[in-house]
């Protein structure tokens, strides 16, 4: 099948033309299912443009892929206004099961903007994008007293283990995760919250396990309604 060729664009409409290339790079991604689909020449044609005006654009299938990748990006934001209300500490838990649902849902986009090095210098701005969500959560429990620190250094933490659950699902399908992915991403959320909580009132140097155990289980029953 030939692809009819683009009427030349005129003055003024390069912003149009970025935008055509972009919506063909994202059909071609979201059909082939990887970005090994998205070579200039094969953009090009779906969006009946010469590669070389591709390449007036994008200065490599690099900067394509990330620009095509990064158009999601916004959904996350959204998702985590939407999840950004009521309690801070809850709130936070939203945020973190959003985050995991969010990556799962684009694993192709996640994987290439999360999951391996960046090919330009400084903080990549998806990277940058996630942190600053993140961040800004961490920063509301902190001014609650929920939780003790640098919102950076909490923040951080909290996104590492997040991060790391959704790539090990993402990169690894074929082990045996349980059939409720949504029950094992609140899991990870409730301990690394949990634990971000309590690592600051802990001393440096832990009693042996029996006793910790016996301080866990009173400090448990006291927050536990009832008891």
């Given amino acids: 099948m030939t692809t009819a060729r683009r009427v030349r664009a005129?003055?003024?409409e390069g912003a149009l033309l970025r935008e055509e290339i972009l919506r063909a790079a994202e059909d071609l991604l979201a059909e082939a299912g990887t970005e090994d689909a998205l070579t200039l020449r094969a953009v090009a044609l779906r969006a009946g443009v010469s590669t070389p005006s591709v390449y007036l654009?994008?200065?490599?299938?690099?900067?394509?892929v990330e620009a095509v990748c990064l158009r999601?990006?916004?959904e996350l934001g959204r998702l985590f206004a939407e999840s950004s209300v009521g309690d801070p500490f809850v709130a936070l838990g939203?945020?973190?099961r959003a985050y995991a649902r969010f990556a799962l849902d684009h694993p192709v986009q996640y994987r290439v903007l999360m999951m391996r090095p960046s090919a330009g210098e400084g903080v990549p701005p998806?990277?940058?994008?996630?942190?600053?969500h993140m961040v800004d959560r961490v920063a509301a429990c902190v001014a609650t007293g929920v939780l003790q620190g640098e919102?950076?250094?909490l923040a951080l933490g909290l996104w590492s283990a997040v991060h790391g659950c959704v790539s090990l699902l993402i990169a690894q399908?074929?082990?045996?995760?349980?059939e409720d992915r949504e029950a094992l991403i609140a899991h990870i959320v409730r301990m690394a919250g949990l634990g971000a909580a309590l690592v600051t009132r802990?001393?440096?140097?832990?009693?042996?396990?029996?006793e910790l155990a016996a301080g866990l289980d009173a400090f448990g029953g006291r927050l536990t309604p009832g008891c």
Wanted: glycine share 8%.
């Fill in 151 to 153: 919102p950076e250094a």
């Fill in 57 to 64: 654009h994008f200065t490599d299938k690099e900067a394509l």
């Fill in 173 to 178: 399908p074929s082990f045996p995760w349980p």
């Fill in 94 to 96: 939203n945020c973190g």
């Fill in 202 to 210: 802990v001393p440096r140097t832990l009693p042996p396990s029996t």
């Fill in 126 to 132: 998806a990277a940058a994008t996630c942190f600053g």
């Fill in 10 to 12: 005129r003055r003024g």
């Fill in 72 to 74: 999601v990006w916004d």
